[in-house]
């Protein structure tokens, strides 16, 4: 069975999105045990979150998240 996400070198998240700048709080990447899929974290403040994934290629996905 193949993996869906095997060309996925790593993705990021950025908790508080503003103004189109790009600073992620994390990054998952992948590893011997492959890629990282659930990452939990607790906050009491978060704003619009951008979460970027990035292949082997150099090509990158972005998807905004809780903007109002």
């Known amino acids: 069975k ?3 996400l095997q060309f996925i070198a790593y993705w990021s998240i950025d908790y508080n999105h503003i ?3 790009n600073k ?3 990054y998952l990447c992948r590893g011997a045990k492959g890629l990282e899929l659930v990452h939990e974290t607790i906050g009491s403040s ?6 970027k994934a990035v292949d082997i290629f150099g090509n990158s996905a972005e998807l905004l998240v809780g903007t109002h």
Do not use: A, C, Q, S
């Open 2 to 4: 193949e993996d869906p």
């Open 19 to 21: 103004n189109g700048i």
């Open 24 to 26: 992620p709080d994390v």
């Open 46 to 51: 978060f704003g619009p979150m951008l979460i």
